[in-house]
């Protein structure tokens, strides 16, 4: 095996093994942890493939910021840090079978091609920033702008919900 | 690429000097914060151990070790023991991206003076900064202690807040230098003729005090408030560990410190800068003025109650690191050759949009008390927005 694939089938071990102790682990700060670390490991996959710009957003924003507002509203859930959470519910023997199938369905239409996959040998002196962001505000321009303006759209619903009115208050 | 053992031996040996080097600076800086807090109160400070005192860092740390280590009763363990050493990595391989010095001839070979210059330095910057705030949060959460977790939960609400102005003010020079490496942007202040610090001030500013906050440095030093929160995230940490915390707070302060000598005041640039030695002691000397500036602060100012430190964050540091972005973005784009110019103009401007904002909101606030400002109750002091 080569010196990558040594790092690839680290870095998936952690990302799956840590993806799987988020939803099996009772203990519901651990398990924001464990979700930092598979984050952490998606980022490090994202290194292999040559685009670091998207490994260190990866990090940025869901191991620095997401999982960090997590861990902050769990700690402001009383009571909930030191239970034991469940993790499943009734629905476990049913849902099980249905995400094995699902899963081999993927894994059956991923083996049937193989996809080009392309080494791009200079992405590392170019760097992809570059035509991440052409393609960002070039072909992908309304895509991108309707998927910030659905989260604008969610931000100040969030804020609309949790703040209740009081009768008479000025702001 | 072959592969070269020769470049190999250079890449650990840069990573170990930098590291010893970093290590080193930290009780240096603990003896200067603790002499200059000093002189400000006119005290005299550390005089016993050593000459003016300082072997007295030796002193504190070598007594640190000795300590017991003491584990509260109904810690999570692991994440316990975690925790000190996820405050401190993410601090000490921040500087790996740090360049210290333009590229040395040694042995007929070329040596960048610079761990390893990655092509997106300011993102792994950014990226490595977010994670320093998961030390903190979790000390809070397993010490099992309710200042711990108040400390925690303070400042994780504090570093989130602030890193996106931090990372905003980033921007600008960014914009400025055309790229996201750390060398080419300070290559780009040397062909200018002009450190970022001129056409991007505001940026700067806006840059500094965020970094105070992202350091829980006076005046924003909420989490571990003593008069609170009994020293909030760290009150159960003893010995060794508590070190690490300490020892990480200052390594904190001096990568913020880098990062700012490096992207607003030319990195190792200065006079005879061609000469390769001294550029790493012009860089030191950069470092240690904006460190000065830290200790200075944290000397002067009283720390802010916790809805103002909010209300500063969102309402005055964002929108001006906004304003910043947004002019030089125009400027950019309306004049890609001449961008640099024509800021460091309107940065005067910036500037004075920035002192008339400041002032406007702190009347403001000096004048509610008068007309009932409701004091943040006991649960509700977390997350008082409104005033």
């Known amino acids: 095996m080569t010196g990558q694939g040594v790092a690839f089938a680290v870095l998936a071990a952690i990302t799956i093994i840590s993806a799987l102790l988020v939803v099996t682990i009772k203990n519901i700060v651990r398990s924001a942890l464990f979700l930092a670390l598979s984050f952490v490991g998606v980022a490090g996959l994202y290194i292999l493939l040559n685009a670091e710009f998207l490994a260190a957003v990866q990090v940025l924003i869901y191991v620095g910021a997401i999982t960090v507002l997590m861990l902050f509203a769990i700690m402001l859930t009383q009571q909930i840090m030191s239970a034991k959470i469940s993790q499943t519910t009734e629905w476990f023997w049913l849902a099980l079978p249905m995400a094995l199938a699902m899963l081999a369905t993927l894994i059956f239409f991923f083996a049937m091609r193989t996809y080009p996959v392309n080494p791009a040998p200079d992405a590392l002196a170019v760097g992809t920033t570059m035509p991440l962001a052409e393609a960002l505000l070039k072909p992908y321009l309304l895509p991108f702008e309707l998927a910030s303006f659905i989260l604008l759209a969610a931000l100040v619903g969030a804020i609309v919900i949790a703040r209740e009115e009081k009768p008479g208050a000025t702001d | 690429m072959p592969f070269d053992v020769t470049e190999l031996v250079i890449a650990i040996v840069k990573a170990l000097v930098v590291f010893v080097a970093l290590l080193s600076i930290v009780p240096v800086l603990i003896w200067m914060e603790r002499k200059v807090i000093a002189d400000i109160q006119i005290r005299i400070g550390p005089n016993r151990a050593g000459p003016f005192g300082l072997l007295q860092p ?292 910036l500037v004075a949009i920035g002192v008339i904002a400041l002032t406007i909101i702190s009347a403001r606030s000096t004048r509610t008390p008068a007309s009932g400002l409701r004091e943040p109750s006991a649960e509700g002091a977390f997350y008082t927005w409104e005033s």
């Open chain 2, 58 to 349: 030796l002193a504190d740390a070598i007594k640190l070790i000795f300590k017991e280590n003491i584990i509260t009763q109904g810690a999570d363990k692991v994440v316990y023991f975690f925790a000190p050493a996820v405050s401190m990595v993410p601090a000490i391989i921040t500087f790996a991206v740090v360049p210290f010095g333009d590229t040395a001839h040694i042995l007929g070979r070329k040596v960048l003076l610079q761990v390893a210059d990655v092509n997106i330095g300011i993102l792994y910057i950014l990226a490595l900064s977010s994670l320093g705030v998961y030390g903190i949060v979790l000390a809070g959460w397993s010490s099992n202690n309710k200042y711990s977790l108040l400390g925690g939960v303070r400042s994780s609400a504090q570093m989130i807040s602030y890193e996106l102005p931090l990372g905003l003010a980033l921007v600008g020079p960014v914009l400025l230098s055309g790229s996201l490496s750390l060398r080419e942007m300070i290559n780009a202040q040397g062909r200018a003729g002009v450190w970022f610090i001129v056409p991007q001030f505001l940026a700067f500013a806006v840059y500094l005090i965020s970094g105070f906050a992202e350091t829980n440095r006076a005046p924003f030093d909420l989490p571990e408030a003593e008069q609170e929160l009994t020293a909030g995230y760290h009150t159960e940490y003893s010995s060794f560990r508590f070190a690490l915390f300490y020892m990480a707070e200052y390594v904190n302060m001096v990568t913020v410190g880098a990062v700012a000598t490096t992207i607003f005041l030319g990195g190792w640039r200065g006079p005879f800068g061609n000469i390769v030695i001294l550029q790493p002691v012009w860089f030191l000397v950069k470092l240690f003025a904006i460190l000065y500036f830290f200790i200075w602060v944290r000397g002067t100012l009283p720390r802010l109650r916790y809805d103002k430190l909010m209300k500063l964050g969102w309402k005055v540091l964002l929108p001006l690191a906004l304003l910043n972005l947004m002019v030089t973005a125009t400027v950019k784009a309306l004049a890609p050759q001449s961008a640099i110019p024509i800021m460091s103009v309107l940065s005067l401007v």
